[in-house]
C-alpha cells in the first residue's frame, strides 16, 4: 500500500496565482516525521520542511505554507503567490521512527508556473 | 557547507563496461544513501550506510556494488549493466539514518545513460 499519496499528477498555474499541493500519508506509528522536497529540472532534490507528528502547527516561510493535519493525515504544501522558479516536481516523504530506515516518497507532483 | 556533491554528472556506458559513480560529503553525516530515479518517478532507495557499513540493501542486482571507503565518501560500482538502468542516481547524506527527525540532504545526481 502507498504510505504517501499525491493525488495530484500535474499542476498549472499562472503567475502570481496560489496553488496548493495536496499529500496525504498513512502510518501507524505514533512518531513519525513528514517531509516536502523540490526537484527542479536539474535534478537536485531541495529540502524545504520538516515536521513531527507531534507539532501541528502551522508553518510559514516567505511564500511557503504548510498545513499539517493529524486528523485528516494530510501535509499540504501552498504556495502564494507563484513565480515561473517554483515550477518543479514536489514530492512528498514520510519517515517513521519505530518501522525501520526507510524514507517514504509519494509520486510527485509536478508543478508548471505559467509566465 | 551543506553540500553533496556528485560526479560525474552524465555517464554514457556500454553494456560491457565498468565504471563508478562517486559521492562525497563533508556535513559529518553518518549515513549516506543511493537512490534511483527513473523519468516522472519518485526516488527509489538501492543501499544505504550507516557509519560506513552497509545498512540496507534493498534487493538490488549485483551489477551495482556500494562501496563506502570513508565517512565522506560513497561509491557505487557499475558493471554488466542493462539499458534498463539508465536513470537517474541520486545521492544523499543525513546526520543519522532516517526514520529519525534527520532531512536527507541530495546530491545533483549521475544522469547515466546505458547503451
Known amino acids: 500500500a502507498q504510505k504517501v499519496t499525491q493525488a495530484q499528477t500535474e499542476i498549472s498555474v499562472v503567475e502570481k496565482e496560489d496553488v496548493t499541493l495536496d499529500c496525504v500519508y498513512e502510518t501507524r506509528d505514533t512518531t513519525y516525521y513528514l517531509f516536502w522536497y523540490k526537484q527542479p529540472p536539474s535534478g537536485e532534490l531541495v529540502f524545504l520542511i520538516r515536521r513531527n507528528s507531534f507539532d501541528e502547527q502551522n508553518e510559514i516561510s516567505g511564500r511557503y505554507s504548510w498545513n499539517f493535519q493529524k486528523s485528516t493525515s494530510s501535509f499540504n504544501f501552498t504556495i502564494t503567490a507563484s513565480q515561473v522558479v517554483d515550477s518543479a516536481v514536489y514530492f512528498c516523504a514520510l519517515s517513521e521512527v519505530n518501522t525501520g530506515n526507510q524514507f517514504y516518497f509519494g509520486t510527485g507532483t509536478s508543478l508548471t508556473v505559467i509566465p | 557547507d551543506t553540500e553533496v556533491t556528485q560526479t560525474p554528472k552524465h555517464l554514457v556506458m556500454g553494456m560491457t563496461n565498468k565504471k563508478s559513480l562517486k559521492c562525497e560529503q563533508h556535513?559529518?553525516?553518518?549515513?549516506m544513501y543511493w537512490y534511483k530515479q527513473k523519468a516522472k518517478k519518485p526516488p527509489e532507495l538501492m543501499f544505504v550506510?550507516?557509519?560506513?557499513?552497509?545498512?540496507i540493501n534493498e534487493s538490488v542486482p549485483s551489477r551495482f556494488s556500494p562501496e563506502c571507503p570513508n565517512s565522506s565518501l560513497l561509491n557505487l560500482h557499475l558493471h554488466a549493466l542493462q539499458p534498463e538502468d539508465s536513470a537517474l542516481y541520486l545521492c544523499a547524506s543525513s546526520q543519522e539514518l532516517a526514520g529519525t527527525s534527520n532531512e536527507q540532504f541530495f546530491g545533483p545526481g549521475t544522469r547515466l545513460t546505458v547503451l
Open positions: 550506510y550507516s557509519y560506513e557499513k552497509l545498512s
Open positions: 556535513m559529518g553525516h553518518r549515513a
